[in-house]
C-alpha cells in the first residue's frame, strides 16, 4: 500500500477572513499561502514522490503545482476531493453562523454532531467522508508497490518500496479522512485540527494476519516556514 502524504492547501485571505469558502471558485492563495507552497516543496524535495493528486478547486491547485513541477509529476485532478458543499451557507461569517439566532442551532450540530448535519441547498458531512474515503482508497488501490532495483535490493531487506502518493484537499475532507482510518466515531472529527500547508502522512498495510494496520503522523510546517529565509 502507498504512503499518502494529505496536504491541506495553503492560506488564503478567504481563509483569513473567518467565511465559510465551500466550493467557491477563484479563492487564490495569497502571498503568505504561496511561500507556504514552496516551503512544502523544499520539505519534500528529497522525497520520491510518485503520484500527485488534487481537489479541483484552485486553492488545492496552487499548493500541489509547485509539488508537481519539483518532481515531474502530473497533476491529476479528482472531483471527489473537493471541500464540502456548504450550500446556502457558502460565504457566510463562521462567527456570525454561531450566533444568530436562525442558524446558531444548526452549527452547533456541524461542530457537536456532524453525522446529522446537511447544509441547506448543500452536502451533508457524513456522505462528504463516504465520498472522501471511497476516492482514497481508489488511489491507494492505483499505487501498489514498486519492485526496487537490483542494486537496492539486499538479502534482508524487502525487495519493494511502497509509492509515496501526494493528495492536496481541505482541511474537513483530511479530518474526515483520518477519522475513518483512526476508527474514530465520525461525530469526533471536529476534534482533529488541519493547520494551512500542513502533512498528514497516513500509511495503510495488511499485516501476515490479515489485519490492517494504520500510521498516521501530522506535521504543520507554519513553524517550518517561519524559520526558513526565503
Not at 145 to 174: F, G, N, S, W
Request: net charge positive; proline share 7%.
Amino acid at each position: 500500500m502507498p504512503i499518502i502524504l494529505l496536504i491541506r492547501h495553503a492560506t488564503t485571505e478567504f481563509v483569513k477572513s473567518g467565511r465559510l469558502p465551500g466550493r467557491t471558485p477563484n479563492i487564490h492563495l495569497n502571498e503568505e499561502g504561496r511561500q507556504q507552497a514552496q516551503a512544502l516543496r523544499r520539505a519534500l524535495e528529497a522525497l520520491k514522490v510518485d503520484a500527485i493528486y488534487s481537489s479541483p478547486l484552485e486553492r488545492a491547485l496552487e499548493t500541489a503545482l509547485p509539488l508537481a513541477q519539483a518532481h515531474g509529476v502530473a497533476i491529476r485532478v479528482v472531483p471527489e476531493l473537493a471541500d464540502v458543499d456548504t450550500g446556502a451557507f457558502t460565504g457566510r461569517e463562521i462567527k456570525q453562523l454561531a450566533e444568530d439566532a436562525e442558524t446558531r442551532a444548526f452549527w452547533r450540530t456541524v461542530q457537536e454532531r456532524p453525522s446529522a448535519a446537511v447544509f441547506p441547498r448543500g452536502e451533508g458531512l457524513l456522505a462528504m467522508q463516504q465520498r472522501v474515503v471511497r476516492a482514497l482508497e481508489a488511489i491507494a488501490a492505483a499505487h501498489p508497490d514498486l519492485p526496487l532495483l537490483a542494486e537496492q535490493q539486499a538479502a534482508d531487506k524487502p525487495k519493494t518500496r511502497p509509492q509515496h502518493v501526494v493528495v492536496v484537499a481541505h482541511a474537513d475532507v483530511i479530518k474526515a479522512a483520518l477519522a475513518h482510518y483512526l476508527a474514530m466515531p465520525f461525530d469526533a472529527f471536529q476534534r482533529l485540527s488541519i493547520s494551512p500547508a500542513s502533512i498528514s502522512t497516513l500509511s495503510v498495510c495488511t499485516d501476515a494476519q490479515g489485519h490492517r494496520r494504520i500510521t498516521v503522523l501530522n506535521v504543520n510546517l507554519i513553524p517550518y516556514l517561519q524559520r526558513f529565509s526565503l
